[in-house]
């Protein structure tokens, strides 16, 4: 079964997307037991400081990066119980914490399409971005306001027929805590976060795709692999690999985004400057080496 076919989950704007698959934004609410919620959120309040978080394109994300938390894991699998078998999620251990005056975020889209690494503007160190169907989000903490808006998405969830303005009204969704929100990661789906008024919003941030077309660069869930890699599930023994690609990308490591950032460059100039003249294949050359 698709995750789309369970009964607990809510299309509440249906779309096929360019490729064919079913897509839009699908809810599932309330779904993250209160345990669990109870002791991320004990281990984010612990763990208050962000991580320094230099290995962005988008200084955004900078100082909203937690570290790693106890419970996080135990989510990513639970996320992945309900994608799997068809879909898959890398690896991650982090949330964004956003707060009142951090202004929202920004509009974007997850990924440029598929075979489109040549529009990238954001770093791709697992190498899937342009291997993407969904987005995936699952919300803890206590706030208000934050919600989602798809300013291309009519109010009734239709996608709009012309170019919209900003200021104009569109499709937004209200998350509350233990939902998980899934979109799709193309045009016209772009999205950003209204300002958060109150509280604290924790979002755990992932993006899916088909588990045929992961790239190589981590273990599908429910793998021997997978299960070998993980061992003890502590967040030590996480750390030490599974966190981290199988496949290192050559055009994000360190000292490229290190030059990419020091381009002073963002979005469509970092695009243009960088990778609009790579071949899609390029992108792809060091996935295939053991292959040789």
Same mark, same amino acid.
């Given at each position: ?11 509440? =704007? ?5 490729? +064919? ?18 002791? @991320? ?26 570290? =790693? ?5 135990? &989510? ?5 119980? !309900?994608?799997?078998? %068809?879909?898959?999620? *890398?690896?991650? &251990? ?25 529009? &990238? =503007? ?18 803890? %903490?206590?706030?208000? +306001?934050?919600? !989602?808006?798809?300013?291309? @998405?009519?109010?009734? +969830? ?7 303005? @900003? ?6 969704? #209200? ?15 772009? *999205? ?5 008024? =109150? ?20 273990? #599908?869930? %429910? ?7 993980? %061992? ?10 599974? @966190? ?9 490591? /360190? ?8 381009? +002073? ?7 243009? /400057? ?11 050359? *060091? ?6």
């Amino acid at each position: 079964m698709n995750f789309y076919d369970r009964e607990d989950c809510i299309n509440i =704007s249906p779309y096929v997307d360019a490729y +064919g698959t079913k897509s839009g934004v699908f809810v599932f609410k309330n779904i993250i037991p209160e345990e669990l919620m109870q002791k @991320i959120e004990n281990d984010a309040a612990l763990k208050d400081k962000p991580i320094d978080f230099e290995k962005t394109l988008i200084n955004w994300y900078a100082a909203k990066t937690t570290q =790693s938390l106890e419970g996080l894991h135990e &989510l990513w699998e639970l996320i992945s119980e !309900i994608l799997s078998p %068809g879909w898959v999620i *890398h690896p991650a &251990l982090n949330l964004l914490k956003v707060q009142p005056g951090d202004n929202g975020m920004f509009i974007h889209s997850d990924s440029p399409g598929k075979n489109m690494c040549h529009l &990238l =503007s954001q770093l791709d160190i697992w190498s899937s971005c342009c291997e993407l169907d969904y987005g995936v989000v699952a919300y803890l %903490g206590n706030w208000e +306001g934050g919600a !989602i808006f798809y300013p291309n @998405i009519n109010v009734d +969830g239709t996608v709009k027929t012309v170019p919209a303005d @900003i200021s104009d009204p569109c499709f937004e969704y #209200n998350p509350e805590r233990g939902d998980i929100v899934i979109h799709s990661a193309f045009k016209p789906y772009e *999205h950003g976060v209204r300002e958060v008024t =109150s509280g604290v919003r924790y979002a755990f941030s992932n993006f899916s795709m088909k588990a045929e077309d992961n790239p190589g660069t981590f273990y #599908n869930y %429910g793998t021997p692999e997978y299960i070998e890699q993980v %061992g003890d599930k502590s967040i030590q023994s996480l750390s030490k690999s599974w @966190i981290f690609p199988l496949i290192e990308n050559p055009h994000f490591s /360190e000292e490229n985004i290190k030059r990419y950032q020091d381009s +002073g460059l963002v979005g469509e100039e970092l695009t243009a /400057e960088f990778f609009k003249d790579i071949p899609h294949e390029e992108f792809k050359t *060091h996935l295939h080496k053991n292959d040789e």
